[in-house]
């Protein structure tokens, strides 16, 4: 299978909120590549791994960080391809700091950024991303989100069925 996306993160701690990029990208069939790359304790690395992303075929690069988060936008600094960034939720700022240092890039330097531990958001934008040229792609992705809008409106009426006790007393008891 053709790796399309790279699925980079500062540590190994990001992996618990990555997975769910990977996971999408497993039940659409996408080929990626999930690792760890730091911007500030392999710098070279990354480095090298930005620059030649695209000789190594993939096409979107998803960059996970935490912290001062400098992994999605030094990637996007050393590569043309599409970065989206995935702030990591912090301990001492929920995230903030994350999502600040990821979303504030100078002009030239684009990060398209997602939600605080937004990686099922990053995936489904890349699938997005792909789906352009793909028709088929964007077909599974039509349809996918289609079931989202049943799976929502299936919860509304069987909540204004059954009222807030029993829709919660029956929510309960499935866990």
């Known amino acids: 299978m053709i790796k399309n996306i790279a699925i980079i993160m500062g540590s190994e701690s990001d992996l618990e909120i990555m997975q769910e990029s990977?996971?999408?990208?497993?039940?659409?069939?996408?080929g990626y590549e999930i690792t760890?790359?730091?911007?500030?304790?392999?710098?070279?690395?990354?480095?090298?791994?930005a620059k030649n992303a695209q000789k190594n075929g993939f096409k979107i690069i998803i960059a996970a960080a935490g912290g001062a988060a400098h992994l999605p936008g030094m990637t996007a600094?050393?590569?043309?391809l599409p970065v989206i960034g995935v702030p990591i939720k912090t301990k001492s700022t929920d995230g903030l700091d994350s999502l600040l240092s990821i979303v504030q890039m100078p002009a030239g330097v684009p990060v398209a950024t997602v939600a605080v531990?937004?990686?099922k958001n990053a995936a489904i934008l890349a699938?997005?991303?792909l789906a352009i040229s793909s028709p088929m792609l964007y077909n599974r992705l039509d349809n996918w989100r289609k079931?989202?809008?049943?799976?929502?409106?299936?919860?509304?009426?069987?909540?204004?069925?059954?009222?807030?006790?029993?829709?919660?007393?029956a929510k309960k008891m499935a866990k």
């Open 77 to 80: 600094a050393n590569t043309n």
């Open 147 to 169: 079931t989202l809008e049943t799976s929502v409106v299936s919860q509304a009426q069987e909540l204004e069925e059954s009222g807030l006790i029993k829709y919660l007393s």
């Open 36 to 49: 760890i790359v730091s911007a500030h304790r392999t710098p070279d690395r990354l480095i090298d791994f």
């Open 22 to 30: 990977a996971h999408l990208f497993d039940e659409f069939e996408i």
């Open 117 to 119: 531990n937004g990686a």
């Open 127 to 129: 699938l997005q991303i």
